[in-house]
């Protein structure tokens, strides 16, 4: 039986280690708008949120159909 050697990766204890390969974090140098963007994203996603309740307690008659 053949097996590849280059996309295992051995531990310092001459086992296989199972977890993929670690990313790269990537570094983003300018977060001056990062809160303002994360509270647009936030209310939106709640927006949708309280939509999705509306549509499905006026189709259904409850409020999460199956349970309540």
């Not at 993929?20 to 300018?30: A, C, F, I, K």
């Not at 994360?38 to 999460?64: C, D, H, P």
């Amino acid at each position: 039986m053949t097996s590849s050697t280059s996309s295992q990766v051995i531990t310092e204890y001459g086992k296989q280690n199972i977890f993929g390969r670690e990313t790269q974090p990537q570094l983003v140098g300018d977060y001056t708008s990062y809160p303002e963007e994360a509270e647009k994203t936030n209310g939106r996603w709640a927006m949708i949120g309280m939509i999705s309740l509306l549509v499905s307690y006026f189709t259904t008659g409850q409020i999460i159909p199956g349970i309540f």
